[in-house]
């Protein structure tokens, strides 16, 4: 099956910053990449996804991009503000829909 | 328009019991799924479906049984409950055509003791 790999696990920048988090995926036939933010003790929320077809994906402070060929995909978020801080999660979909989720990165954006 | 509702929101369980998690949408989503989120870690798919009467494994099946009689409501029961069963379940739906998917919602989570 799917295996999603994420880095680092933790990152911590200045507000103002630019935060990076990667992702490897192993399933050559995973069409679909999210990527959820989740504040301590909510439910994962949806903030930006990118599709096969696509390189790169823009919106506001936020961007995505992917490299098939690599099998890896990244979220930036730029011009970091402190309520950036949470735990950000890329996922992989292929068949079915099913998501397979990284572990998980701790954004912490500091003053 | 609730999205997906999950209920219980807290749960504590001695080993052995039983219960069942519920999970309903109401955006007429297709495909729905059971996760669980052990501290500090990321989600693990436990159960899913693609409609009703339609259910299959996930990652981490055992212990834990689905059903799937409406489009609405996808329940997941845990027989004999074990401290292992201690997590965060976080059931999710999603419209997909099987060949595009779409982002999941998510319910707000059943945060599960078992003692």
């Known amino acids: 099956g799917e295996n999603v790999e994420q880095h680092p696990s933790t990152l911590s920048v200045q507000e103002g910053d630019s935060a990076v988090i990667k992702c490897t995926y192993s399933?050559?036939?995973?069409?679909?990449f999210p990527w959820y933010k989740q504040e301590l003790g909510k439910r994962p929320q949806l903030i930006i996804d990118?599709?096969?077809?696509?390189g790169e994906k823009k919106d506001q402070r936020i961007a995505v991009t992917l490299n098939k060929t690599a099998k890896h995909f990244s979220l930036h978020i730029t011009e970091t503000q402190p309520e950036d801080s949470a735990v950000y999660f890329c996922?992989?979909?292929?068949?079915?829909?099913?998501?397979?989720f990284g572990t998980g990165t701790r954004l912490q954006v500091t003053l | 328009n609730a999205g997906v509702t999950q209920t219980p929101k807290f749960r504590i369980l001695k080993i052995g019991q039983s219960m069942t998690l519920q999970c309903a949408q109401d955006?007429?989503?297709?495909?729905m799924y059971w996760y669980r989120q052990d501290p500090g870690m990321g989600l693990k798919l436990i159960y899913y479906?693609?409609?009703?009467?339609?259910?299959d494994k996930g990652e981490v099946p055992n212990g834990y049984n689905v059903s799937r009689s409406t489009t609405e409501d996808f329940p997941l029961r845990l027989e004999l409950a074990a401290p292992s069963q201690t997590s965060v379940y976080f059931c999710?739906?999603?419209?997909?055509?099987?060949?595009?998917?779409?982002?999941?919602?998510f319910g707000s989570g059943t945060r599960l003791t078992v003692v």
């Open positions: 999710a739906s999603s419209y997909s055509t099987g060949t595009t998917n779409y982002g999941y919602t």
């Open positions: 399933d050559s036939a995973s069409n679909y």
């Open positions: 990118i599709r096969s077809n696509v």
């Open positions: 996922a992989a979909a292929g068949t079915a829909s099913k998501l397979t």
């Open positions: 955006m007429n989503h297709n495909y």
């Open positions: 479906s693609v409609g009703a009467g339609i259910t």
